[in-house]
C-alpha cells in the first residue's frame, strides 16, 4: 500500500490510500480539484470515498469528487447521511472495496457520530487524534473522548495515526507547558518546530510515539495531574482529561 497525503485549505490532509493497482480510497476530502488532480498526476483509480465525521472541512469535496465520478461509492457515519454518503456504516463494520478492507472504529467526541477507518497499520481518525493533542469537544462529552483515545491507544504501537489537520507544533507547545521538565516531550517540540520551519508535514505519527509525547494519552501521569492543580489520582481519569481539554481550549 501507498499512503499519499494531500495538502488542502489552511491545514487540513486529505489522504489517498492507493493498492499496488493503482486504486485508491480517499478519506476526508476538503476540496475536490486537489484530490482530482493528485488523482491525474499518480494516475490513480478511485475505487470509494471514506468520512470520518460530518463537518464541512471534511466532506466539502465530495459533490465535486461525485459529479467528477459519480459511481463512487462513500462510506461514512449517519451524520454524513446529507453530505453525499451511500453506505452508513457503525462500530466493528468492515468495508471491503476490492483489496481494502477497513475496521470501523466509533469514535464519539469532536462530533457525536466520529468514526475512524481502521487498515493495519494505517488509522484514518478524522479529528479525533491529533499529533500531540486530540479534536474539541463540539458535540460529545470529555467522558466519550476519553473512551474514544482509550479505544486508539489499544491498537498496536506502530498503527500511524493518519489524522486530518497539521496542529502539531501548536499541541506540542501545549504538552510542553504542561509538563516543561519532560525531555522526550521537549525534543520532540524541537523536532516539529524544525519540520515546520522547512514546511514539512509531521504526520502520520505512530501510536507509540504519540504515547510518549501526547499529554491527552498520558492523564494518568502523576506530574502533569499535579501541573494541572489535580491531587495525584484523587479523580478519575476521564475528569482529568476533561480538566485538561479545557486548558488547552484556553491555551
Not at 76 to 90: C, F, L, N
Amino acid at each position: 500500500m501507498e499512503l499519499i497525503r494531500i495538502p488542502a485549505l489552511s491545514d487540513n490532509y486529505i489522504w489517498l490510500l492507493c493498492d499496488e493497482n493503482k486504486h485508491c480510497v480517499i478519506i476526508d476530502p476538503a476540496e475536490s480539484q486537489t484530490v482530482i488532480d493528485s488523482l491525474a498526476t499518480n494516475q490513480l483509480i478511485p475505487a470509494a470515498i471514506l468520512l470520518t465525521h460530518h463537518h464541512h472541512d471534511h466532506v466539502g469535496g465530495v459533490p465535486g469528487l461525485l459529479k467528477h465520478y459519480p459511481e463512487l461509492p462513500v462510506y461514512g457515519p449517519e451524520e454524513t447521511q446529507d453530505k453525499g454518503t451511500t453506505h452508513i456504516v457503525y462500530e466493528n463494520n468492515t468495508v471491503e472495496i476490492g483489496s481494502f478492507s477497513f475496521r470501523v472504529i466509533e469514535l464519539p467526541g469532536h462530533t457525536l457520530g466520529h468514526i475512524a477507518f481502521y487498515q493495519a497499520p494505517y488509522l484514518f481518525c478524522g479529528d479525533t487524534l491529533f499529533s500531540g493533542g486530540c479534536g474539541r469537544l463540539l458535540e460529545g462529552t470529555a467522558e466519550q473522548m476519553f473512551s474514544s483515545l482509550e479505544k486508539i491507544s489499544l491498537l498496536p504501537d506502530d498503527t500511524l495515526i493518519c489524522c486530518a489537520h497539521e496542529y502539531t507544533a501548536a499541541n506540542m507547545k501545549f504538552a510542553k507547558a504542561v509538563l516543561p521538565d519532560n525531555p522526550i516531550i521537549h525534543n520532540y517540540y524541537q523536532k516539529i518546530l524544525k519540520l515546520r520551519e522547512n514546511n514539512q508535514a509531521t504526520i502520520p505519527t505512530n501510536l507509540q510515539t504519540e504515547k510518549k509525547i501526547n499529554v491527552f494519552l498520558n492523564c494518568h501521569d502523576v506530574d502533569l495531574q499535579k501541573n494541572i492543580g489535580i491531587k495525584p489520582n484523587s479523580i478519575p481519569l476521564s475528569a482529568i482529561f476533561q480538566q485538561l481539554r479545557s486548558y488547552k481550549d484556553r491555551f
